[in-house]
């Protein structure tokens, strides 16, 4: 008993002031550096871990024998359990550096810079502000030479490749604004899913936080789809990543316009009036909040009917008073999403270090 008792001490997160301060230097890691490639030529990045994890427990408990109901149950009961071993892991991983620092001194509490550097490392790698950064803005490198010219398919090959790897939708079917419409949509909804909402997580919550949050939209990457083979064991997951996100979605939206104010107040407010109006129209009830007050601070359209596959969505635009997007836009776009960044870490600085002269 003591000894459970003394890993859950050393699991306790860090104070809310420190978590602070280190989710903001986590972010100016991953904005100027992100993560190097050589590092995950020789070791599985954490995400992939995630999906090694997910695709045991799904195609162990997915079963096709089982009644629709009977396979919803397994999803949820599945879900559950993944995240427990990750927020686990979380603490498991805080302890670790607390157990570090205690020995190098012999005491506690008295060094905590192992668990901040463990923590920093880790958080760093959760962030994907970088990574996403690079992989819009080949889309929007392919597009610039194509848009000196009316763009033909050959021009567009490029594009359509570098979107492929950042949307789920037919590449082949996307025109020029088709494309841009979908680097821009990406970008604002990734600034949630992978920025806004892993800060938030380890903010509130530590390193079980963050780590849990991830394999929460890991598993909604993978098996949370609408299609006959997923949809209902993947139900758990997708409906736990709309809960998980529902404020962090708002949030970012939010974020965007506070963004926006800052060369001119009036963009701020029509992002403002775009995303009240138009996010509920989104099939997600998460991604409208950043893609409408995205579209509104670019003035825009955004969403509206898309093709994934053989289907076509139904899905209403946002902001459709605005104009056709262009290469120049999802520039635009990104510089959004290193504005927000820096307010965080702004934010960020100000609350750690209010907090730690108190």
Known sequence: MNIVATILIYAI??????????????LIIDAIIGEPDILWRYLPHPVVLFGRLINIFSTSWHSSRATGYGRRIYGVIAIFLLVMIAALIGAGLAALGRIA???????????????????????????????LDQHVRQVANALTDAFTNAPTDDDLTAARHAVSMIVGRNPDQ????????????????????????????????????????????????MIGYKSARWLAFGWGAARLDDLANLIPARLTGGLIVLAAFLPRP??????????????????????????????????????????????????????????IA????????????????????????AIGLWHISW
């Open 266 to 323: 009036y963009i701020a407010w029509r992002a403002m009036r775009i995303m009240w109006r138009d996010a509920g129209y989104h099939r997600s009830p998460n991604a409208g909040w950043p893609e409408a007050a995205m579209a509104g601070a670019l003035n825009i359209v955004l969403a509206g009917p898309r093709k994934y596959g053989a289907r076509m969505s139904t899905d209403a635009p946002l902001n459709p008073a605005g104009r």
């Open 13 to 26: 997160p860090l104070a809310f002031a420190m978590r602070a301060i280190i989710l903001a230097i986590a």
């Open 174 to 221: 996307l025109d020029a604004p088709a494309i841009c419409r979908a680097s821009i949509e990406t970008t604002a909804e990734n600034l949630s899913d992978g920025v806004v909402a892993p800060a938030c997580y380890y903010l509130l919550f530590g390193l079980p936080g963050i780590i849990g949050y991830k394999m929460i939209n890991t598993a909604d990457s």
């Open 326 to 349: 262009d290469h120049k836009d999802i520039y635009a776009a990104l510089g959004y999403l290193w504005r927000v960044t820096a307010i965080m870490i702004m934010g960020l600085l």
């Open 101 to 131: 620092g205690a020995f190098m001194h012999g005491y506690l509490w008295g060094y905590l810079w192992p668990v901040i550097i463990l923590e920093t490392v880790i958080v760093t790698i959760l962030l994907a502000g970088r990574s």
